[in-house]
C-alpha cells in the first residue's frame, strides 16, 4: 500500500503542476510584447506609401508605353508618307510618256513589240498604284479636273460636265498626281 500511496502522490503532485503550467503559459502570453502600437503605426503609414509609391510608377510605365504606341504610329506613317512620295517622285516623269502612248493609241501606232512594251509600261505603274482617272460624262469636279476650256451648253447636262479628256488625270491613292485636263459644257 505503500506503494500506492506514493503513487497517489505523485499523480497529485502531476495534477498540482498542470494548472501551475497553464497559469504559466498564461502569465507568459500576458508578458509576451504584443503587437507593438508603435509598429502598427508604421506598418499602416507604409502600406499607404507604398501604394502611392505603386501608382506612381504605374502611372510612368502607362505614360511610356504611350510614348511608344504613339512613336511606333508616327514612324509606320512617316515610312508610308516617304514611300508614297518616292513613288510620287519616280512615276511624275512618267507620266508624259503614258500620255505619248496614249496618243500613238489614238492613232492606231501601237502594234508590235511597241505594243508588248506600252503595255508592260502600264502594269508597272498600275502595280505601283498609279491610277488612270477622267472619262466623258462625268461631273466636273475642280479638285480633280483642269477645264481648258467651255464648250458651250448642253439641254441634256443638270450640272457642269466632261465633255472630252485632252489628257488623263493620275493619282496615286487618294493623292492627285495630275488633274484630268479636260473640256466641259455647262447646263442651259
Known sequence: MTESYDDDRAFDSEVAEVPEAAADAT??????????????ET???????LQIKIDE???????LQAEYVNYKRRVDRDRE????????????????V???IDRARE??????????????LERIVTGLGLT????????????????????????????????????AGYR????????AQVLVVDPE
Open 98 to 100: 503614258l500620255d505619248t
Open 57 to 63: 510608377l504605374t502611372g510612368d510605365l502607362q505614360r
Open 81 to 96: 508618307l516617304t514611300g508614297q512620295n518616292a513613288t510620287y517622285k519616280v512615276l511624275s516623269p512618267i507620266i508624259e
Open 43 to 49: 506598418e499602416e503609414s507604409a502600406e499607404p506609401d
Open 132 to 167: 488612270r482617272f477622267g472619262e466623258p460624262g462625268e461631273a466636273f469636279d475642280p479638285q480633280v479636273h483642269e477645264a481648258l476650256s467651255h464648250l458651250g451648253s448642253e439641254p441634256d447636262v443638270e450640272v457642269t460636265t466632261v465633255k472630252v479628256i485632252a489628257k
Open 107 to 120: 492613232h492606231g501606232e501601237v502594234e508590235g513589240g511597241f505594243k508588248v512594251v506600252a503595255d508592260q
Open 27 to 40: 502569465q507568459a502570453e500576458a508578458a509576451a510584447p504584443g503587437p507593438d502600437p508603435e509598429a502598427s
Open 172 to 179: 496615286i491613292g487618294d493623292r492627285v498626281v495630275r488633274a
